[in-house]
């Protein structure tokens, strides 16, 4: 809110300000001097990566600024990056709003990345029929790691949930537990443990703010605090168009479909300049793929295994390697593709099935290039004066061995010469070819 004294400007010259500040400045903040308590709610319901961490950092620092009493993040998600998720957790720790972690609506879950961020909120709550936990670390695709790299990931993980879990009063062990050995746990598991792992069981937002109004919580840094979302106003946070944009690419499949949809939109373009439309299309899904390709862990090698797998597949047109070209860049695509995504968690790596459909498909289309290439080396000219060996033609005059005459062909008179007798009127088709004398013989 703007408050201040006159300016003593003239009255039509405060009136045009005013109205700039009125359409220009937001309205009063719902904040603590508003009346009733404001609780602002973010729903995420996607992997953990570094757009839904800067959607969630960006939700907790504006209910700082606006002094709300509470931020409610509506959790449901597979997982997702362990950097990302500790810049979440770290900025929920500092925060001034008290922060609440819901996990809803029935039959969501909030597993490995998700369980970390749940267990470090101020208040921990689940929907019936929820579960949290499975928070083992796993190398790239799900494979299992050497036992030394696996027990550090897990130890380093586990000692994380045990500070956190201790720190905010709830179940450290069952915290280890559910990162070394992988467990999950129901929302009554989970509110039943002694002590809990969550601090409540709701059915719905409205719900868990009846219950938790008048609670007194214990934050982070010791002191206590006691809630007030009686009555209060529910203000929904949305992403911005960029975090939704990217939030929508920036899944590894999908990304990994603009990347190969771009390169083929642009191969067609170049192989047809003027097309206009593929090159359109390709410099937009490039544009896409390389946005989202910045928020996701991408391995270089694994890029630039693509893009020379593609490079093989294009040169195969050109150069007669007898498909050599072409498995070596079939090898290519597969090992690239499948090293393009650096990361951990199983939920950012590409689908198999989608990387074979894809090579399989750029192989394809690749096989039928070639054939096309080949057919018109293959195929007789039909423009030009090679075009018209195997044209016939009307001698004009006759042609007999040691005398040339004149032919018509395509309506031009040629000079001719003949092996054989050839009648003026009578037909001859066209042997060959020696600068401007056609070389006939009676058709």
């Given amino acids: 809110m703007l408050t201040g004294r006159g300016s003593g400007l003239p009255v039509p010259v405060s009136a045009v300000l005013a109205l700039i500040v009125a359409v220009l400045v937001p309205g009063p903040s719902f904040g603590q001097g508003s009346g009733s308590p404001v609780v602002y709610s973010a729903e995420v319901e996607s992997i953990i990566h570094p757009v839904s961490a800067q959607y969630m950092i960006d939700t907790i620092a504006r209910a700082d600024a606006e002094q709300a009493a509470l931020v409610v993040f509506t959790l449901r998600t597979p997982g997702g990056l362990v950097d990302s998720t500790r810049d979440i957790v770290t900025k929920m720790i500092a925060a001034k709003t008290p922060i609440a972690v819901f996990v809803a609506p029935s039959g969501s879950r909030a597993a490995s990345a998700g369980f970390i961020i749940t267990i470090a909120a101020d208040i921990a709550a689940m929907a019936p029929g929820t579960h949290i936990g499975a928070a083992h ?244 000219p039909v423009t030009g004066i090679e075009g018209l060996i195997g044209e016939g033609g009307v001698a004009l005059e006759p042609i007999s061995p040691g005398v040339p005459g004149r032919m018509r062909v395509h309506g031009e008179i040629w000079n001719a010469r003949a092996n054989e007798p050839i009648a003026s009127g009578e037909r001859a088709t066209v042997t060959g070819i020696d600068g401007l004398t056609l070389t006939v013989r009676r058709t």
């Fill in 137 to 380: 670390p796993v190398s790239g695709g799900g494979a299992v790691m050497d036992e030394t790299t696996s027990k550090k990931a897990a130890e380093d993980m586990a000692a994380y949930a045990r500070t956190i879990a201790g720190t905010r009063g709830r179940n450290a062990q069952l915290a280890e537990r559910a990162v070394l050995e992988s467990k999950a746990f129901t929302e009554d598991e989970a509110l039943k443990a002694t002590p809990p792992l969550i601090d409540e069981v709701a059915t719905s937002l409205e719900d868990l703010l009846k219950k938790l109004d008048g609670r007194a919580i214990r934050r982070f840094d010791g002191r206590s605090e006691t809630l007030h979302t009686a009555q209060s106003t529910v203000v929904s946070v949305e992403m911005t168009l960029r975090q939704r944009i990217l939030s929508a690419v920036a899944h590894p499949n999908v990304a990994y479909l603009l990347l190969s949809l771009g390169t083929l939109a642009l191969t067609i373009e170049l192989w047809n300049p003027g097309a206009v439309l593929p090159g359109v299309v390709g410099g937009l899904s490039l544009l896409l793929a390389s946005f989202a390709l910045q928020v996701l862990p991408v391995n270089y090698a694994g890029l630039l295994l693509l893009l020379f797998g593609l490079l093989l597949l294009a040169l195969e047109i050109k150069v007669t390697s007898y498909g050599l070209l072409t498995a070596g860049g079939v090898v290519s695509l597969i090992f690239g593709s499948l090293m393009l995504i650096d990361s951990p968690a199983p939920e950012l790596q590409l689908s198999l099935a989608l990387v074979l459909s894809v090579v399989l498909g750029f192989t394809g289309i690749a096989a039928f290039l070639v054939r096309l290439a080949l057919t018109s080396q293959r195929a007789a």
